[in-house]
């Protein structure tokens, strides 16, 4: 990794998209830093930092929330966009032939998805800035103030899904990404820090600190070694191109081969799953409807409890770990968008005409439509190995925060995240570094 970007600074173009990124970055932590105005900090801060539920939103958004600053929403507004538009695309016809149509169709559905990236950002921060004001978190609650944080908040998530297509277009691309992968990365050393703190110094005793010590390192490096693995992992299916004469010679006869990716839908399968998770205790919480148990609960705080991560196996006792079953709801959703991203993002059949019109074919197997149900059985079968991957590696520390308390805002989901991003923005560095040398050598 270090090489690469030790390579890619070397060259001019790619430094110059590294170094406008960088400055991007820089825009997103001082932007975190700007607080809503006609918020009261200190009681919204007491309030915020109360609501554990909400860890993993405060992770997303690098305590932008948490502080409630004008990039307090962040990029999850456009993250629910993408699902919701994605989602419509198999219900509604007109948007899947829309996505059929290459450029100009992915075009034109890129700005539905900011359109109702800012309607929910609206909803969002209307629904934040009156739960506020009647709580009496805001220095004055009337129509001025309450529309200038609906403004504040809805500016802010629109500011940084521009800010994160212009990383994808002249920075070093998967702009949303990026930003996601820095927000979580800036709350990581204060969490580090903190388990330690209270699982390492806080130990009742120096070998029960050692202990401690070395279960929290191995986790954490055994994990990352695991995701790194899960990400790189793939089925390659050999493809056989047939022998043709093209002039005097005798071309093609060459072998090659299709790389399927285990892990075939990256980090969305745990963007998605998360976020709708999340979007009901989000909004309840601005409401002030909170997750609760026992006999004086709601059924409405209830379900939000078994959506709670924090809820989830919690052994202590049969009343909580009942609560676990939202765990089970959490694995469902990520299978489910495991096989979605990837049926919307592989084709098939659009991989099996292509290979016929190349004259290449999979030993054994008919050229046409034998080929494309081949793809697909494969497909299904690795997709479930990948999904299987991401569920072992997301649980892994949701257990450990249950049974151990060992609550920390990066989880799981968050590893999976940071990962993932990571290999993608160095495979993408590599590849700009190999179309350039291609081109310089052509240009000679």
Not at 12 to 36: A, E, H, N
Not at 319 to 327: D, I, P, R
Not at 331 to 355: C, D, G, H, K
Not at 406 to 434: K, R
Request: positive net charge.
């Amino acid at each position: 990794m270090f090489k690469t970007l030790r390579n890619a600074f070397k060259v001019k173009d790619i430094r110059k998209r590294l170094l406008f990124t960088l400055l991007c970055l820089v825009v997103v932590r001082i932007g975190s830093q700007m607080p809503v105005p006609g918020i009261d900090r200190d009681q919204i801060n007491a309030f915020l930092a109360n609501l554990t539920q909400l860890d993993f939103l405060n992770a997303i958004t690098g305590g932008s929330f948490e502080s409630l600053s004008i990039f307090a929403l962040s990029i999850t507004p456009y993250i629910t966009s993408s699902i919701i538009i994605q989602l419509l695309t198999i219900a509604i016809p007109s948007l899947e032939e829309m996505q059929k149509e290459g450029e100009d169709g992915r075009k034109k559905i890129a700005a539905y998805t900011r359109y109702v990236t800012i309607i929910l950002a609206i909803i969002e921060s209307t629904a934040m800035a009156i739960g506020f004001g009647r709580a009496g978190y805001m220095e004055d609650y009337n129509f001025l103030n309450t529309l200038v944080v609906v403004i504040s908040l809805t500016a802010g998530a629109s500011f940084l899904m521009w800010l994160g297509e212009k990383i994808t277009d002249y920075g070093i691309g998967n702009g949303i990404s990026i930003i996601l992968l820095f927000n979580i990365v800036s709350r990581m050393p204060s969490d580090i820090i903190n388990l330690f703190k209270t699982h390492v110094v806080g130990a009742s005793s120096v070998m029960n600190g050692v202990i401690a010590t070395i279960l929290i390192v191995g986790i954490i490096v055994g994990l990352t070694v695991y995701i790194v693995v899960l990400n790189d992992a793939v089925r390659k299916i050999p493809v056989q191109y047939a022998q043709k004469i093209q002039g005097r010679r005798l071309v093609g006869g060459s072998g090659s081969n299709i790389p399927l990716k285990v892990n075939t839908g990256g980090v969305m399968p745990v963007i998605f799953a998360s976020s709708i998770l999340q979007t009901p205790i989000v909004i309840c919480s601005f409401l002030g409807i909170q997750p609760a148990s026992g006999e004086g609960a709601s059924v409405g705080q209830k379900i939000l409890k078994v959506l709670n991560q924090g809820a989830w196996c919690n052994f202590s006792s049969w009343g909580e770990a009942k609560y676990t079953l939202g765990l089970v709801l959490y694995i469902l959703l990520l299978v489910f968008f495991a096989y979605f991203y990837t049926s919307i993002t592989f084709n098939p059949i659009e991989v099996a005409n292509n290979l016929k019109k190349a004259g290449g074919f999979i030993p054994g197997i008919r050229p046409g439509r034998p080929t494309s149900d081949y793809l697909n059985k494969v497909l299904n079968s690795i997709i479930f190995i990948g999904a299987i991957g991401l569920i072992i590696a997301a649980i892994i520390p949701i257990i450990c925060a249950g049974v151990f308390n060992a609550n920390v805002s990066f989880g799981g989901t968050s590893l999976i995240i940071v990962v993932g991003v990571v290999l993608e923005t160095i495979n993408q560095l590599e590849s700009m570094m190999l179309e350039r040398h291609y081109t310089g050598f052509l240009n000679d």
